[in-house]
């Protein structure tokens, strides 16, 4: 039995009392924490890294201390090799939004002063119009998302089989993309911002609740509350996106917001006793081979694609 599921210890019952919680309530008032805290630090660059250390931390301490599932817990080693991986997936990132930066609000000018700035709902408080982003640009990736999940060429071009090795997700896989799917990854928010002129704090605060949504879907922590749901991607849901058994990942592409795949009908639920791509995990610098060549064992589109020639 699980320890925080043990009732006749004080330290028992406190674990029982933080799972209670996290499962009712958990997603939203960690989401807003992280919101409010960037927001209190200054909402710069600066204050974005203290969040993202905080809030790796205070994962780190909930996956162990109230686990959805015990038997993930990952070892020191393990943890260490997930967040260099992580690390590494920020630092690109960060270079592609600055490239995209450099030239993407110069490029859409006419565009959006003809169309994006008009249309844009600038006189909304900056907390709706974050939201607005945060939805559109969710709804951008979902169809690229889903394509790369249909087609064997796009699976291996962007490498998405680098983000669905990993067994037994945790918070930290969250940033576990390989570089050529981030070029991706992080366009459809910047796209959006410069085709609509939307303010920076709209911006900042949409790129927050991305970040930390994406954090919490993947972790490794036991989170439904009711309504929400229904709308913002929770860890049971993107979990079974990420489940080893074929079929099921084809499903719940919206790592942000959940209610697309329940309107264009990809919403799936169910337990996930596995996450992964093959029935081992291959090493992290394999990994970063996979759009070269997958091994022999896995169950991905591009080699159910290849068996089929």
């Known amino acids: 039995m699980p ?4 009732t006749t210890t004080p330290a028992g019952r406190l674990r029982g009392g933080v799972a209670r919680l996290l499962r009712v309530a958990g997603h939203p008032l960690l989401l807003a924490g992280a919101l409010a805290l960037w927001w209190m630090l200054g909402q710069d660059g600066i204050a974005l890294l203290a969040t993202l250390a905080t809030m790796l931390l205070l994962m780190e301490l909930l996956e162990r201390l109230v686990p959805a599932l015990p038997a993930w817990r990952l070892g020191i080693a393990a943890r260490l090799r997930l967040l260099g991986v992580y690390l590494f997936g920020l630092a690109v990132s960060a ?4 490239t995209y930066e450099s030239f993407l609000p110069a490029a859409l000018e006419p565009l959006r002063t003809r169309v ?39 699976w291996r071009l962007t490498g998405h089989g680098f983000h669905h090795g990993f067994r037994n997700l945790h918070a ?7 570089p050529f799917e981030l ?71 919206a790592c942000a917001a959940i209610g697309w795949d329940r309107l264009f009908g990809t919403y799936s639920e169910g337990p996930v006793a596995q996450t992964g791509i093959g029935p081992r995990q291959p090493p992290v610098w394999r990994m970063y081979l996979l759009p070269f060549r997958e091994p022999d064992d896995v169950d991905t589109v591009a080699s159910r694609t290849r068996e089929d020639r």
Do not use: C, K
């Not at 994006?116 to 939201?131: D, N």
């Not at 900042?204 to 749901?229: D, K, Y």
């Open 3 to 6: 320890p925080f599921q043990d």
């Open 95 to 98: 270079a592609l939004l600055a």
């Open 116 to 154: 994006g700035a008009v249309l844009w709902p600038q006189s909304w408080p900056w907390l709706l119009q974050a939201l607005v982003l945060y939805f559109a640009s969710d709804l951008i990736y979902y169809w690229v998302h889903r394509a790369i999940h249909a087609s064997a060429l796009l």
């Open 172 to 178: 930290l896989n969250a940033g576990s993309n390989h």
């Open 183 to 253: 070029v991706l990854v992080v366009l459809p928010l910047v796209l959006l911002a410069a085709l609509t002129g939307a303010p920076g704090d709209a911006v900042g605060a949409a790129g927050v609740l991305l970040l930390f949504n994406s954090m919490l879907a993947h972790s490794n922590l036991a989170m439904a509350t009711p309504v929400f749901s229904l709308f913002f991607t929770a860890s049971h849901q993107h979990r079974r996106h990420h489940s080893a058994v074929f079929e099921d990942s084809n499903s719940n592409y």
